[in-house]
Structures are given as C-alpha cells and as structure tokens.
C-alpha cells in the first residue's frame, strides 16, 4: 500500500503530526509511506524509521527567486522534479494534515485514490478531497487532532472491509504502548515513539563542539534561550529577556546560549547588550537535528511560541513558554515538563502578527517566569513524560496572570 502524507510546515506543525505517523504506521505496518514536506522543517522527519520517502518542497525559495528573471528557468526545473516525483507514485492514500490551500495544491497533483482530510478546512482545502473527516472542535490540541484524523480513517478502512487491522483508540493504543493501562509519571522512561526525531552520531559530535568553542561544560546547569519568534507579537521585551538571563546565571550559576537562526543574530545581540553577565549567541549555527540534540543537552529551556519549543517538547526537555496571542491548549508545548506563561487578557487569544499594545505580553514579568524556572529546575529530565501521559492523564501546566 502507497500513502502520502502532505504536511508542509511550520516546524511545531510536522513535529505535531509525528504522533500520527507512528499510528499509520502500526495501522498500516507494510505500507510504503512518502511525507511532503517544505525545505525549513525537512530535518524533522529526514531519516525517520517509519517514513520510506521524503518529497522536499522549495516552495519559498521558488517564490523569492522568482523576483530575478535570471532565475526563471532554474526554479521551472526545479518544480517540475519536485511535481514529477510526487506524482510518479500511484498512492492508494494522500493524507491531508495541513488543510490548506498550498497543501490542497499537491493533493489535488498528487495520483492518489483515497484523498482523505477534514472537513471545513481554511481556503477551501477540503473541495479536492474525496473523503471528508468531519472536523473536531478547533480548541483540541493539534497532536490530538492529527491523531483522530488517522483513527477516522482507519474507521473507514475497517468499516470498507479492508485487509488493514481496525482503528485502535488514542487512549487504547499509547496504554498499549506502555504496557499499563494507567502508567504513572515514573514509567516513563524514554521519548514516545511517536516523536522521534533521527539524530545520528555526527550530529551529537557537532554540538558538543560547539559547546566546546563557546567554553560550556558539563558542570554547571545548561539553560537555552529561544527568544525570536515568527511573529513580532510572540516576542517578549528584550529587556526583560535580558534581566531573565541574568537572574539565571546568578541563581543557578547555569552556563546560558541563545538559538536562532542567522537571521536572529542581530535580534539576540540586542538583547544581550541588556545583559550584565555573558551569554553565548549561537545563532545560526546549528542545523535543525543539531539543535534538536542541544535541547536535549540541555537542563532547561526558556522559549516564546515558536518552533524550537515543540522541538524541545519532543526531546523530553523542561521548558518554560511565554505565550502571548495564540493558543497553548490548541499548539502548545505537548509535555508534562512544561510550564507555560501567558496573561489572560479580553482580547486574546487574537492570532495578531501585529498589535499596538501588546497587553497580552507586557503583562509577564521577569518574577513570573522565575517562579516557573523553580518548579523545572529540580525536575530530574529524562527522555519521557511527554506524549503517553499528556494523552492519558492531561495537559501541560498553565499559569495565567491577571
């Protein structure tokens, strides 16, 4: 059997969908499953043990090329390989993950019989499916999400009559998994398999050193900071961020390194020239599975809503997330070692990229995030406690201000 996932981007968004991959999977344990994915998050599923393909899509490169005509012909290449290859499979299942219109592009290209997604999707993905999912409330979370659209499509395979085994559900099969109906917190001792991320040796040799060149050991407590985000509404004052910092270094006398990509750079400079005491900018000087292991190196994360947060998550890592406009319950850090700050304002959440005020932001102060630094801090991290017992026993903790 021939299945084609279509989930594009962002980073949090094919981390998310990992859970649903590992359920195909055990539905569908002889099929040959391809992923189409976009450029910037293909590092995610490159090299994972259930996938046997990976389609990269260049889709904004294309786009800014584009602007050069001397690029014209490169990029017409380029996407008739990329649209070759996607369609030189006959796929006997396209999944939709993504519901958008870019990702209802290549399901409609894509030679597929079965075109399966949820219903009422944004820009009218769902017209080119061919079996629609009735939708779950938007306020699921996404993990949860993607991984009733596979037990809704096993459903249908099941009640077609089909050779596959039927639809475990979600609870049923992760207590499977674990060997307990109830597994408690101290079961957990590994990283779900639904959220592997195929990091290989050379990547690990990478990071330690670049830990190395920057004068970071293995003595004191390794604290990451990840603040850039993609919005400028998820970005929290630098000053803030700075004195945060601070408080950190002196506290826990912990070595401190900011990620980024090298775009952010500048951003991270910025924020450290607030700081009294140094700190590493390590911005644009890891891959996607470098930073991956960084974060499981390390002892703690300090993250706004961005893509590096759901990649610490999916490492086990103790994190604090500072929230502003979006939704935690619905794209939140998906772990039992999470804490995550965000002030309750009338106004939110309002998904803005841009806002005047910014209330929902300015309203965190550097005690409150030190407060939640205190309750992960003495927390032993292990690769666990992420997916089985969100699933089974609830979600991350929140605290709201106001």
Same mark, same amino acid.
């Given at each position: ?10 980073i949090g968004?094919?981390?998310?969908t990992l ?11 002889e099929?040959?499953i /391809?992923?189409v ?5 293909a ?16 889709r904004?490169q ?7 005509l001397? $690029?014209?012909y *490169?990029?017409?290449?380029e ?5 070759r ?6 796929? +006997?299942?396209?999944? +939709?993950f ?15 019989? $079965?075109?399966?997604?949820y ?6 993905? &769902?017209l080119?499916?061919?079996?629609k999912?009735s939708? *779950?409330?938007?306020?699921q979370?996404?993990? /949860?999400?993607?991984?009733?659209l596979v037990?809704? !499509? =096993? ?12 639809a475990?559900? /979600? ?8 060997h ?13 398999? @639904?959220?592997?991320i ?5 990547d690990?040799?990478n990071?330690?050193c !670049?830990?190395?060149?920057? %004068? ?5 407590? !390794? ?9 400028e509404t998820?970005r929290w004052?630098m ?12 506290r ?5 390194? &900011? ?6 750079s500048? &951003?991270?400079?910025a ?7 140094p700190?590493v900018?390590?911005? %644009?000087?890891?891959?996607l599975?470098?930073?991956?292991c ?7 994360l300090i993250? /706004? +809503? ?25 794209? %939140? ?16 959440? =309002?998904?803005?990229?841009? =806002?005047s005020?910014?209330? =929902?932001?300015?309203?965190? @102060?550097? #005690? +409150?995030?030190? #407060? ?14 992420t997916l ?6 609830g979600?991350?903790?929140?605290? &709201?201000k106001?």
């Amino acid at each position: 059997m021939e299945i084609v996932i279509i989930k594009l981007s962002a980073i949090g968004d094919v981390i998310h969908t990992l859970p649903a991959l590992e359920l195909l999977r055990r539905h569908f344990p002889e099929s040959r499953i /391809t992923w189409v994915v976009e450029e910037k998050a293909a590092g995610i599923v490159s090299g994972h043990p259930s996938i046997n393909k990976v389609i990269v899509s260049k889709r904004k490169q294309w786009i800014a090329d584009l602007r050069m005509l001397s $690029r014209w012909y *490169p990029v017409f290449k380029e996407v008739r390989f990329f649209l070759r290859e996607l369609r030189a499979t006959n796929y +006997d299942l396209v999944i +939709d993950f993504q519901g958008l219109f870019k990702s209802a592009i290549l399901v409609l290209l894509s030679r597929g019989v $079965r075109k399966v997604g949820y219903d009422k999707t944004r820009e009218l993905s &769902y017209l080119v499916l061919t079996h629609k999912i009735s939708s *779950p409330p938007m306020d699921q979370h996404a993990v /949860t999400r993607n991984i009733g659209l596979v037990n809704a !499509l =096993c459903q249908l395979s099941s009640e077609a009559q089909s050779p596959f085994p039927g639809a475990y559900t /979600t609870t049923a099969f992760y207590a499977e998994r674990a060997h307990t109906k109830t597994p408690s917190l101290s079961s957990m001792q590994h990283i779900p398999d @639904g959220f592997i991320i195929a990091i290989g040796e050379g990547d690990r040799r990478n990071v330690e050193c !670049l830990l190395q060149d920057v %004068g970071i050991g293995e003595l004191k407590p !390794l604290v990451v900071v990840n603040a850039p985000a993609g919005w400028e509404t998820k970005r929290w004052e630098m000053q803030k961020m700075a004195a945060l910092s601070d408080r950190l270094i002196e506290r826990y006398d912990a070595h401190l390194i &900011y990620t980024g990509t090298s775009n952010d750079s500048p &951003y991270i400079n910025a924020i450290l020239s607030f700081m009294e005491h140094p700190a590493v900018n390590a911005a %644009g000087r890891t891959s996607l599975k470098e930073l991956a292991c960084l974060m499981k190196r390390a002892d703690l994360l300090i993250t /706004t +809503d961005s893509g590096p947060m759901h990649l610490a998550s999916a490492m086990g890592t103790p994190l604090v997330a500072i929230f502003g406009p979006t939704a935690p319950w619905r794209t %939140g850090p998906y772990s039992a070692h999470a804490q995550i700050l965000r002030q309750h304002v009338p106004c939110g959440p =309002c998904f803005k990229k841009k =806002c005047s005020s910014m209330m =929902c932001m300015h309203g965190i @102060g550097v #005690e +409150d995030v030190i #407060e939640s630094v205190e309750k992960l801090m003495g927390v032993r991290k292990t690769k666990g406690d992420t997916l089985q017992e969100n699933v089974l026993r609830g979600y991350s903790s929140f605290k &709201y201000k106001g």
